[in-house]
């Protein structure tokens, strides 16, 4: 999944979190049970006997991007493919998603100028619902479908052209037959200017720029960069790995060589999860934009998207990125749970496990910078106690209900808290099942026993799978309790009963601080205002949900060192004039707040020096990944 704010631990709080801790807590309601998971709602179509193509065959993609269509930025896209000839239409859908970013996009909203051509013909179209477009052939032949698609968007499941470069994803441009099935192999063409680059996990054909793949699925699973960009490759772990980077020249020197080595420290840590690399090649492909506030990447089956601020660049927080999507790999776009097996593409595939997905993936990012020895325990020690406290700051929220939520960016703050919350859970069944061990079992062996018995067979997992392989692990102890109060249910995570059991502890400062009552987070626009609290400082000074904060008094919002100054800088300043500079609309206005201090409990996570020989084994093992 693509969003990753930045830890307070790494960036010095790069965006505005200090403000976001005040929020109203409803009293939790009776938790119902999840019933079994209904199947998907049918899609809503036009005529029912209309969803189905008729059928097409050698289906080939032609993408141009030069430095003429960079002006306009756009794609001009265009497939060809045959048909048999018949009165039944032709039906070309784009998806409304593209998989790891869980939220309805509409990639059919950036297309424009669609035509359709026989030979020398114009063929007769018109669309048979919002992504979806009906044409109709008028003999056997090759059929050529031709549009523009507007890259004006900086997402990484989207597309964002300059002049001198264009990122896309296939699901923004590649049209699929409707009704049938994702089994059709494709070859993908590129035009472009002679000296730019094209960088993409798609196999390359024999012909320069052109690529193949043998299913939809990987056709769109794999992103393309056309242009300029700085390109090199190492082997990390026996795999070519290939670091694209745009602009040119950004990403360089020490900077570039700090990535480098951070990669080639944290693959070999998660690879021994799962005792095998399942790549040929594996290309990083990163964006570094100064407009761009904190950092997120998407995730694909060899390679991955990440966009980030240049602030980013040699800290830790790029690799911790790095190694989440990289992680991915294999639990996700490989070890998957059964409601996204397969991907469908035509509307939303909601699951109650990407507390899996996400939260355990970033357990392991962690895991990977300390085992890899590119952070130590005590960084690790407070990214934890970072995610304790982003928890208790937010509503009690159940891991299989946040992860369900996220389709629709809840505005509670909780769209995002499967990825810390599931972090946390990981650690806890982590932990639980080395005590039931004596160390010797993991969660390495959840997931590695997962993989093999669910994604080699070609399937999703399950909850039965799931739960199975953990109560297996731990020695046959039953998990039904941990899934009823801390997965399906809202009862805060048992840290003060788990932890001691490796060793670790959870302390609480109080700490007194200034706090504005609201929560932002980042977009493109920059750190927009999601949530303001009633009666707090934000809503006094009459900030609004939407407007895009860029100073607190004379401290800049994108200040890398933003969070604590701004505790330092008023925490003596109770009821001092505070100036809000924001941008709403096209207008840039201050606003005048008042600073109130507010008291806080802060988590801290330290190793117990009392702890028994036990507890330091499985702390150890944590920490080292062993067994
Ligand atoms: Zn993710």
């Not at 082997?235 to 360089?252: E, F, H, I, K, N």
Request: glycine share 8%; aromatic share 10%; net charge neutral.
């Amino acid at each position: 999944m693509p969003f990753h704010t930045p830890t307070a631990a790494l960036l010095g709080l790069l965006v505005a979190v200090p403000a976001a801790a005040q929020r109203p807590r409803p009293t939790p309601a009776p938790t119902p049970r999840r019933a079994a998971p209904a199947p998907p709602p049918a899609p809503a179509r036009g005529p029912a006997a209309a969803v189905r193509s008729a059928p097409i065959a050698g289906i080939r993609y032609e993408i141009t991007f030069d430095s003429a269509t960079a002006q306009s930025r756009t794609l001009k896209v265009a497939m060809s493919f045959d048909v048999a000839g018949g009165s039944e239409p032709v039906l070309l859908s784009l998806p409304i998603w593209t998989p790891g970013a869980y939220e309805v996009s509409n990639f059919a909203r950036w297309v424009s100028h669609f035509s359709a051509s026989e030979g020398t013909r114009a063929l007769r179209w018109d669309k048979l619902d919002p992504d979806t477009w009906r044409v109709h052939p008028e003999r056997a032949g090759r059929v050529t479908v031709s549009f523009d698609y507007l890259a004006d968007t900086l997402d990484n499941a989207m597309a964002w052209a300059r002049p001198d470069f264009v990122l896309f994803n296939g699901t923004n441009v590649f049209l699929y037959p409707e009704g049938r099935g994702f089994d059709f192999p494709a070859v993908v063409s590129v035009r472009t200017e002679p000296t730019w680059r094209i960088a993409t996990g798609m196999r390359p054909a024999e012909e320069p720029g052109t690529f193949g793949q043998s299913n939809y699925h990987d056709l769109v699973d794999m992103p393309f960069f056309i242009g300029r960009f700085d390109y090199d490759s190492m082997v990390v772990d026996g795999r070519t790995t290939r670091l694209a980077s745009y602009p040119a020249g950004v990403l360089t020197g020490p900077g570039r060589a700090a990535l480098w080595d951070q990669i080639g420290k944290a693959v070999p840590v998660l690879a021994k999860v799962f005792q095998e690399t399942p790549w040929d090649r594996y290309t990083v492909m990163t964006i570094f934009d100064s407009g761009y506030t904190g950092g997120s990447a998407l995730e694909h089956q060899n390679s991955h998207v990440g966009i980030y601020s240049p602030q980013f660049i040699g800290n830790p927080l790029l690799a911790s990125i790095t190694a989440h999507e990289i992680f991915h790999a294999w639990n996700v776009k490989r070890l998957r749970p059964a409601d996204l097996v397969p991907y469908v593409y035509d509307r939303r595939e909601p699951t109650p496990w990407l507390w899996v997905s996400e939260g355990i993936t970033d357990y392991y990012s962690d895991l990977a910078l300390v085992r890899g020895g590119i952070v130590d325990s005590s960084l690790f020690f407070m990214l934890t106690a970072e995610k304790i406290q982003g928890v208790a700051d937010l509503p009690p929220t159940a891991l299989e209900d946040a992860s369900v939520s996220t389709w629709i960016d809840p505005v509670d703050g909780t769209h995002y808290l499967y990825y810390q919350k599931g972090s946390l859970a990981g650690l806890l069944l982590d932990i639980l099942i080395r005590d039931a061990s004596d160390n010797r079992r993991s969660l390495d062996d959840v997931l590695r026993e997962l993989y093999r018995t669910t994604y080699k067979r070609g399937r999703g997992f399950t909850a039965a799978d799931w739960w199975g392989a953990v109560s297996r692990a731990a020695g046959g102890r039953s998990f039904a309790d941990f899934n009823a109060r801390y997965v399906d249910g809202r009862e805060p995570l048992p840290y003060g009963a788990v932890f001691p059991l490796a060793g670790l502890r959870v302390a609480a400062d109080t700490v007194r601080e200034p706090r504005l009552g609201l929560a932002a987070a980042p977009d493109s626009a920059g750190v927009r205002v999601a949530a303001v609290q009633p009666g707090g400082v934000a809503e006094e000074a009459g900030v609004k949900v939407g407007d895009v904060l860029l100073a607190l008094g004379d401290l800049a919002i994108n200040d890398p060192n933003f969070g604590p100054s701004f505790r330092t800088r008023f925490a003596h300043a109770e009821g001092q004039e505070l100036p809000i500079k924001l941008r709403r609309g096209a207008d840039t206005l201050t606003v005048m707040g008042k600073v109130r201090l507010v008291e806080r409990v802060e988590a801290r996570v330290e190793a117990d020096p009392a702890a028994s020989p036990k507890a330091v084994r499985i702390r150890n093992g944590i920490l080292k990944g062993v067994p």
